[in-house]
């Protein structure tokens, strides 16, 4: 059983720059692609960023493409979300979670493992 918990989140002014981090249990991280979500009040949950196994492949939702990175340490079990240039329309809990499907899709009911989630707030 994968189990992920995410750190990093805070508030932050706009135009500022915060990392997320998501460190993983067990010896299987290396198996999965993961993605990073967000879910802003009274919205649906939606995707972020999403990265191979092997960190080479990654994949962005065009709100956020040129601003945030997603990486990987395998060596650490973690995953990474760097986000720059953040706006206040980016305020949300960021929850990272493991693809359970091996297709390169960035649909949330693909995803599982879900962590508790991280709370970022940009004010303008």
């Known amino acids: 059983q994968v189990q992920l918990v995410e750190s990093g989140g805070g508030l932050v002014q706009a135009r500022g720059s915060l990392r997320l981090s998501c460190a993983a249990s067990?010896?299987?991280?290396?198996?999965?692609?993961m993605g990073w979500f967000r879910q802003a009040p009274g919205k649906e949950r939606e995707f972020v960023a999403a990265?191979?196994?092997?960190?080479?492949?990654?994949y962005y939702a065009d709100s956020v493409k040129g601003r945030f990175t997603i990486s990987r340490d395998n060596a650490k079990n973690t995953v990474y979300l760097q986000m720059n240039s953040l706006k206040p329309e980016d305020t949300a809990v960021y929850y990272c979670?493991?693809?359970?499907?091996?297709?390169?899709?960035?649909?949330?009911?693909?995803?599982?493992?879900w962590g508790q989630g991280t709370q970022v707030t940009v004010s303008s």
């Open positions: 979670a493991r693809r359970i499907i091996t297709s390169a899709t960035t649909r949330p009911a693909d995803f599982g493992s």
């Open positions: 990265i191979s196994r092997n960190g080479i492949s990654t």
């Open positions: 067990g010896r299987t991280f290396s198996s999965y692609a």
